[in-house]
């Protein structure tokens, strides 16, 4: 039966571990609510019920769930799958799972991110589709990055405050932004590729510029620790 104080919430799995002998403990992410840690009892138990459910939750699934609990650890009573869900494999699952380290290394529990939820659910069908491509990615990348609070401004020189030239030239400057140079010095990229990247083009030079600059504004975030999806995806695919 379940409680009348319960709620019901879709949720994507972030990431999971053992707790005690029979349950399993979730950080998940939820349109309303943001990051929460949410306990599953009993669903590591070895009957055909509790099986059911264990296969429920997994990453990429969106969940319907149940819960209870105001404090740190809220406890799941009742969860299903929802009528649509994202099939990944191969490359594709790799970068899903390295979208999911970043949302649990990044984002603060209780905060609502609705935009966030809606980059994160429309990346999760791009990977699921044969069209996907690596600037889909980066346009949840930089997504995440605006949510945290260090988006990049594409549209302005940060020391001049003029607008990006197609005939200027520019570096990228971690949590500063692009900032005006001359053509031969080290990093320079044209304004031209920097305006295709505000529309969201990711093609050609703006490729390699895109990763540089994610990882550049991804490194401080993540205090000099590496992430291990990050590393298996490279390792493998790129």
Do not use: W
């Not at 990453?59 to 009528?83: M, W």
């Not at 529309?199 to 540089?212: E, H, I, N, P």
Request: aromatic residues 12%.
């Amino acid at each position: 039966m379940i409680r009348s104080d319960t709620k019901d919430v879709v949720i994507y799995i972030l990431h999971t571990r053992k707790y005690r002998d029979t349950s399993l403990l979730a950080e998940v992410f939820s349109r309303e609510e943001g990051r929460f840690s949410l306990l599953f009892k009993g669903i590591r138990r070895e009957t055909k019920k509790s099986s059911r459910s264990a296969g429920q939750i997994q990453p990429f699934v969106p969940i319907i769930a149940s819960f209870y609990g105001r404090g740190d650890l809220r406890t799941a009573v009742y969860q299903e799958t929802a009528p649509f869900s994202y099939h990944l494999s191969g490359r594709e699952s790799f970068i899903g799972l390295y979208i999911n380290e970043l949302m649990y290394r990044l984002i603060g529990k209780y905060e609502p991110l609705p935009a966030l939820f809606d980059g994160y659910k429309k990346v999760l069908m791009e990977l699921g589709s044969p069209e996907f491509e690596l600037g889909m990615l980066r346009r949840f990348e930089f997504t995440l990055l605006m949510e945290l609070g260090f988006g990049v401004d594409f549209a302005f020189d940060a020391k001049t405050g003029l607008p990006i030239d197609n005939a200027g030239h520019y570096r990228f400057v971690p949590q500063s932004g692009f900032e005006s140079v001359y053509a031969t010095d080290q990093g320079a990229c044209s304004g031209g590729t920097i305006n295709r990247m505000a529309r969201g083009d990711f093609s050609g030079a703006g490729a390699g510029l895109a990763k540089r600059m994610i990882s550049e504004s991804l490194r401080p975030l993540l205090g000099g620790r590496p992430l291990k999806s990050r590393e298996l995806f490279t390792a493998s695919f790129e």
